[in-house]
């Protein structure tokens, strides 16, 4: 019947293509949807706004628009080096690592204005950018100095054509592609398009750069002035007389791939990536519901700084129109401003900012204003155009909305210290005498904010969703600043509006923008209309709707057949996308073992595996699990399989022990995660306080915070584990296979832990829970314990912190020796391989392969660029940690307390020593404002003869060594 059924469709299917192409013969395009990607704009809208510190620095310097007529190179020999690094010269350039300082000594003869131009070559690193500080004469001065992006270079196809498989395009990997590069230092936020001044007087000074991320190549360092860009309409009078306009046929140019045109296409990051349009048959390449990578960036192509170069084939010299076939519909109200240059070289002041507006389908972008396109000039043969992220004319509602944000979380922050988080109505608090300027503060935040709230509504010519947070705020400001007593009654929203404020800072500052081609013709031609007409709409939908009945859709991959290795995931879509690329781009080509990659829930995997029908190897499963299969013999003990000595040297020890059942492994840890600390730098600093690094140090710091007003943040449940093994103890008893036949919480050391957790809720009544980042980002709880993974959180989401705030190691607790045991318990997510499968030598294959460290580090830059940075990979493989792009400092954090993480064996029963632990930490914390609860030794101590119950019973079951036994009595 099904079969019947399947038939019809096709057969109906097939015969509506006809009746709709008939239709197509007869009904044209739509309108050409051409729209002006620049408008007339002033140099100042372009090129007048800078960041208020570097503003206020060209002030004080007395700049007045002259620049030194000086070059002055810099010897690069003669550098010194501090702290860790190192450094080399070859052939005349300076090899720098990634840590540590370099410093020169620079004479100058001319006192003036200097920019500094910089000639450099990316050395193998990871796949993030080259991150720097710049010191002059030991000094920063101004924030853009502390970071100077360098970018690398990646071809974005490798290289090679873009591989098919059954008609899917699979999407190759950028390979990155190491170019001398000269670029002046300047704003790597994009808010300055002019390259940094830096006033020098006539002597002699010191440049130093500090390694913040990457090792760079430089091969020279000059400070001279940047060529002036000058308007079009001074530019093209004399281009005019040296080329001729362009009259004749369009030519088009792929965005995404090259082609007889395109001749290679370059990008700053492997996070821009191509992708597959389905809305629009006029994208090319076009398929109604196979893979064709038609079209390149989007939200992947939205961070400032970010660029994409294509090189192109050229048949005549001469002056074109450029067009750009593209969608930006993500950001409505906002454009999506680019800056281009043409071989190299920003043309003319207007292409400085090019702002492409929100629209919802596909239109052609043209370079020009009313009236008038705007010409570019280009040479027979190879040329380069590009279009980098720039943030155009929203640089000042930015910068102000940041500036305002730092003032009144300052204020905030003030304000709490004196009334707490929960002030009492019927105090007077006084805070306009114990905070000086307080209602003149807001008063000037209320003004600031009005003018950016006005700035935006003539950029966008509405007051829309992205005028409402700041006007909202900007509201708040003014009527505090005429009653600034009434914040007792508003200071949640205060605190609600200042964390929108910071919000609004991430998201406006992202400039996503889709290219499917790029267009060179003669001014005012008629170009490809850029939307299909109704019909040819219609029949797209067609097919896609009727493509539904038999192209399934959930099937990841095609080889379906029983000859398929079928590998189970139980993670994300977009994760499992990245896999199956990996899949068919090396896999599958290398072993030629088909696999077969099914998204399916992680609690199908064992009913279907004892139904007969689970799978051969199943991929993201959290060690819980595993361990549950294990108990059932469900799972292959994989340290007995060849080359698993070679795979488990990648890991630290913890990580495996997490996996290890009665002296087996049944798992491979993908991710391994733990706890950290995270503190804000600014607020201890203000405090006069060091990061703690033991737990009393840290009980000084809780009392200091007390005394501000503000307040710590800990996971209990969560960090008890960890405290337990500090103080020298284990959750269970036994060794061996008898590992978890008792609980080890009676122990005096668990007990001590206990003990010490609980006084932080009892003796300084923390809060039991809290959204820590949220509080965090406002200072409310300037330090706090929670799992590292927060950073990327942080980083992504918190923009308006960013520099405020680091993480460490735990703290800890001191041996007699004086060092400090800071040990932190970890938990994996694994992949396994079913002992019923019948392909367990291919099964075995494929594991080594997903968890060797180029596949694990290709899928981890893949997910970040897809998802982004708050996606960044938490690896269990330490060789691929170390090519993730975190930060110098960050990093060796991170591996110091890697270095202390412990893993803790999954046991039959386990899963009552979390719920004892929870259930024992409410009772002795439980405080209803006279009498606190039970004894923290007494609360532990009954609740552990509940664990001890369950863990005797699920031994029984699995036919293990229990309580009972070892001629003890069995708890009933």
């Known amino acids: 019947m099904r079969s019947k059924r399947m038939i019809m469709v096709k057969r109906m299917f097939a015969f509506s293509i006809p009746i709709i192409a008939a239709f197509l013969l007869f009904m044209p395009a739509q309108g050409p949807g051409n729209v002006r990607a620049v408008s007339a704009m002033m140099p100042e809208d372009n090129q007048g706004y800078v960041e208020e510190s570097y503003r206020q620095y060209l002030a004080d310097q007395g700049y007045a628009g002259t620049m030194a007529s000086s070059e002055i190179k810099v010897d690069l020999g003669s550098y010194r080096t501090s702290g860790d690094m190192q450094a080399r010269m070859d052939n005349g350039s300076v090899i720098i690592g990634d840590s540590g300082t370099l410093t020169w000594n620079v004479s100058v003869q001319e006192a003036g204005f200097y920019n500094i131009a910089v000639k450099y070559l990316p050395v193998k690193g990871t796949n993030s950018k080259i991150e720097r500080k710049l010191t002059i004469d030991g000094q920063s001065l101004f924030k853009g100095m502390d970071q100077l992006i360098f970018n690398r270079i990646w071809d974005n196809s490798g290289g090679k054509p873009i591989a098919e498989k059954d008609g899917n395009e699979i999407r190759p990997e950028a390979v990155e592609k190491p170019e001398w590069k000269t670029v002046y230092l300047n704003d790597s936020q994009k808010r300055s398009l002019e390259p940094y001044k830096f006033y020098l007087s006539a002597g002699k000074h010191t440049l130093t750069l500090e390694s913040v991320k990457e090792p760079l190549e430089i091969g020279d360092i000059t400070l001279k002035a940047a060529p002036e860009i000058k308007p079009y309409a001074e530019v093209i009078q004399e281009w005019k007389k040296e080329y001729k306009v362009y009259d004749k046929a369009n030519l088009v140019y792929q965005a995404e791939r090259t082609d007889r045109n395109t001749l290679n296409i370059e990008k700053s990051s492997v996070d821009i990536v191509m992708s597959t349009d389905y809305s629009n048959p006029n994208t090319v390449p076009y398929h109604p519901y196979k893979i064709k990578l038609n079209t390149i960036g989007g939200p992947n192509w939205r961070t400032p700084g970010d660029y994409i170069q294509w090189r192109m084939n050229v048949p005549e010299e001469g002056l074109y129109s450029l ?54 000039p280009l040479k027979q043969g190879e040329n380069t155009i590009s279009l980098e992220v720039v943030l155009g004319r929203f640089a000042m509602p930015l910068s102000e909305v940041e500036q305002s944000v730092l003032v009144l979380n300052e204020l905030y922050r003030k304000t709490v210290q004196i009334t707490g988080l929960a002030p009492d109505k019927y105090i007077d608090y006084e805070i306009t005498k114990k905070i000086p300027d307080y209602a003149e503060t807001f008063r000037a935040e209320s003004d600031r904010l009005k003018k950016v709230v006005d700035e935006l ?75 299909p007409n109704v019909f040819v709409r219609g029949y797209n939908s067609t097919v896609r709707f009727l493509s539904t009945f038999f192209v399934d859709q959930t099937q990841l991959s095609d080889a379906s057949s029983g000859k398929a290795l079928k590998v189970w995931f139980s993670a994300g879509r977009d994760q499992a996308q990245i896999i199956k690329n990996l899949i068919d781009q090396s896999f599958t080509p290398e072993s030629n073992i088909a696999v077969d990659l099914q998204l399916i829930p992680e609690d199908v995997i064992l009913p279907a595996t004892l139904a007969g029908n689970g799978p051969d190897v199943a991929l993201a499963i959290p060690q819980a699990t595993v361990v549950n299969f294990a108990m059932r013999n469900a799972l292959v ?24 059942y009665q002296n087996g492994i049944y798992g491979l840890p993908e991710q391994q995660t733990f706890m950290m600390m995270f503190y804000r730098e600014d607020i201890l600093e203000q405090l006069g306080l060091e990061p703690p690094k033991t737990w009393d140090d840290l009980e000084n710091v809780i009392s200091v915070l007390h005394a501000h007003q503000y307040d710590f943040y800990v996971n209990a449940q969560g960090l008890y584990p960890s405290l337990v093994y500090q103080y020298g103890g284990d959750l269970y008893q036994g060794s061996g296979n008898d590992y978890g036949i008792r609980s080890g919480l009676t122990d005096e050391s668990a007990m001590n832990a206990f003990k010490r957790l609980t006084s932080f809720f009892t003796s300084y009544r923390l809060p039991v829970s809290a959204d820590f980042p949220n509080r965090f980002r406002s200072s409310e709880m300037p330090i706090g314990i929670a799992p590292y993974t927060t950073f990327n959180q942080l980083a992504v989401f918190a923009p308006e912190i960013r520099g405020l705030w680091s993480f460490a190691p735990l703290p800890g607790v001191k041996n007699p020796d004086g060092s400090i045991n800071r040990s932190a318990v970890s938990e994996t997510v694994d992949s396994i391989m079913m002992s019923s499968s019948k392909k367990q030598k291919e099964a075995w294959e494929f594991l080594k392969w997903w968890m060797d460290t180029d596949t694990q580090t290709r899928y981890a830059n893949a997910l970040e660029a897809v998802m982004g940075a708050a996606a960044r990979y938490p690896t269990a493989n330490l060789e691929v940690l170390k090519q993730l792009p975190w930060s110098t400092q960050d990093s060796q954090e991170l591996m110091k307390q890697f270095q202390e993480t412990v893993g803790m064996p999954e046991v039959p029963g386990g899963y009552m020593t979390a719920r004892a632990i929870d259930y024992a930490f409410r009772a002795v914390v439980t405080w209803d404002g006279v009498t606190s609860g039970v004894n923290p030794r007494e609360a532990l101590f009954m609740h552990v003869k509940q664990i001890d119950k369950e863990l005797a019973k699920k031994r029984k079951e699995f036919h293990l060594s229990s309580i009972q036994n070892e001629g003890k009595e069995e708890y009933r």
Do not use: C
């Open 637 to 660: 003990d994989l340290s007995k399989l060849d080359g698993f000595n070679e795979i488990g040297a990648k890991f630290a020890d913890s990580a495996l022990k997490t996996v290890t």
């Open 323 to 376: 067009s750009f076939r593209g969608e930006q519909n993500t950001n409505r109200g906002v454009m999506s401003y680019r800056q281009l240059k043409v071989n190299g070289e920003v043309p003319f002041l207007e292409a400085a900012a090019i702002p492409f507006g929100f629209h919802t389908g596909f239109v052609n972008y043209v370079l020009g204003k009313p009236g008038e396109d705007y010409l570019i």
């Open 457 to 531: 509504v003539r950029i966008t010519g509405e007051k829309g969703e992205k005028t409402a947070i700041i006007g909202k705020m900007q509201v708040q400001a003014e009527q505090l600043s005429r009653k600034p007593e009434s914040v007792i009654y508003e200071l949640h929203t205060l605190e609600n509006n200042i964390s929108s404020m910071g919000s609004w800072i991430s998201s406006i500052s992202e400039m996503p923008l889709l290219l499917d081609s790029f267009a060179l013709s003669a001014p005012g031609a008629e170009l490809p209309s850029p939307k």
